[in-house]
């Protein structure tokens, strides 16, 4: 990474870095950097400074982006060997001896109003993380109906599925302290467009609060985000994001720990994340389910071939929806959780192997492909009955985190209040 300042610029106890990621914008930048300066030295009271972070552009963006490091005061440009506004973010965030860092789009969409709302709770020490959000009832959002509902699906597919309150993930307007980042950056492992996810799933993960500013926003219409390929890598990310943290080799545990705020709950995944996600193990169950009959039908008899998949595909649909769907880490407690999915298993067993006592009563001599057909819809029907005792006996009880410092929560035989839940701070 090389830089260019301003020759009289000393990048020292500065409260504000605003970070603002380009790629091939030779069109835009100037009058947009021009455009920022001067809010800036009008508006903010507190001491800053812009990073122009030029993402490996290909066009005239660098030669551009060192052309107003030399000009203006308190601006710098920094150049990326490679593509990623993550990937740039990580670098100058990781780098910046501010105590604020931020970052805007370079098509300066947000109204730069909300800039001094969107850092004051963080100088002040309230908040670890602010973002802009477009979707309070108080954001005026200029876009077109396609976009709009793209980003209201997302966020709410977020909140259902990863246990977040937060609700506006990809709003090119956000800030971070300093310490926050140095947390919670290394374990952000995202180069591109969902950095910006990752990043605030695994605060809320950890305990930190998240502050939302309700912003005015209209819509870059010459955007070259590709929505379809996004949208591919965001659902890849979440899944990996919620798998990371389930299994406990994403740390938040640690940054909670150095930095969470007290009291916390974990964030909760409501019965339709939880539906979601158990319908998703349910499907790679039942199609390991039909693979393992298939496979032992003609070895060891159509009942022992049910049972013998059933009861394979059961231990690791129990061990799936435990991490995954109700949130459990840990071994505690995963004993009595493996017996109770072996009873739920003998009436998932009863549920299939009665189908075909059914299936030979009414047509004797059925194929092994009928056999296959019927048992896969009866393993559907089972798998609905799993969830409900799953989620009504085996993991009735919610969880803390692994590690809780002593004196800060309740005893350990003692459920978490929902009142104590984390819940984002959201700004006027």
């Known amino acids: 990474m090389t830089e260019t300042n301003h020759p009289l610029d000393i990048d020292i106890d500065i409260d504000i870095d605003i970070v603002v990621p380009c790629y091939n914008e030779q069109d835009t930048l100037a009058a947009h950097v021009r455009r920022l300066h001067a809010f800036c030295r009008t508006s903010i009271t507190h001491s800053w400074r812009i990073t122009i972070a030029d993402n490996a552009s290909t066009d005239d963006t660098a030669r551009i982006a060192d052309d107003l490091a030399a000009m203006l005061p308190h601006v710098r440009a920094v150049h990326l060997a490679e593509k990623g506004r993550g990937r740039a973010l990580k670098a100058v965030w990781g780098a910046s001896p501010a105590s604020v860092l931020v970052y805007v789009d370079e098509d300066l969409s947000t109204d730069l109003a909300a800039l001094e709302p969107l850092v004051a709770p963080l100088l002040s020490g309230h908040s670890d993380v602010a973002i802009g959000t477009r979707l309070a009832d108080s954001s005026r959002v200029v876009r077109g109906g396609k976009r709009e509902f793209i980003s209201r699906s997302y966020n709410l597919l977020l909140r259902t599925t990863m246990g977040v309150s937060f609700s506006d993930a990809q709003c090119g307007f956000k800030a971070i302290t300093r310490q926050a980042a140095e947390h919670l950056l290394p374990l952000c492992e ?17 305990g930190l609060r998240i502050h939302e500013v309700p912003v005015d926003w209209v819509d870059d219409v010459n955007s070259s985000v590709h929505i379809a390929s996004t949208a591919t890598e965001d659902l890849k990310g979440m899944w990996r994001v919620s798998r990371g943290i389930g299994s406990g080799r994403v740390p938040v545990a640690d940054v909670y720990d150095a930095i969470g705020r007290r009291p916390f709950t974990p964030p909760h995944v409501g019965i339709l994340g939880q539906v979601l996600r158990f319908g ?65 298993f003998g009436i998932a067993w009863a549920i299939t192997s009665g189908s075909l006592v059914v299936l ?65 701070v959201r700004g006027a």
């Open 280 to 344: 998703a193990i349910g499907v790679l169950s039942t199609v390991a389910f039909a693979a393992l009959y298939a496979l032992s039908r003609p070895a060891i008899g159509a009942q022992a071939a049910d049972f013998t998949a059933l009861l394979l595909t059961a231990i690791g649909n129990t061990a799936l929806n435990r991490r995954f769907t109700f949130g459990v880490r840990g071994r505690g407690g995963a004993g009595r959780h493996h017996v109770q999915g072996l009873v739920v």
């Open 360 to 424: 030979h009563a009414a047509a004797p001599g059925s194929s092994h492909g009928v056999e296959i057909v019927v048992l896969t819809a009866a393993n559907l029907v089972a798998t609905g009955v799993r969830f409900v005792l799953f989620k009504a006996w085996v993991f009735r009880t919610r969880r803390r985190p692994e590690r809780i410092r002593p004196g800060t929560e309740p005893a350990a035989t003692e459920p978490i209040p929902v009142e104590d839940a984390p819940r984002t």
């Open 190 to 206: 995202d180069d591109a467009w969902f950095f910006d996810t990752e990043l605030l799933v695994l605060a809320e993960h950890a």
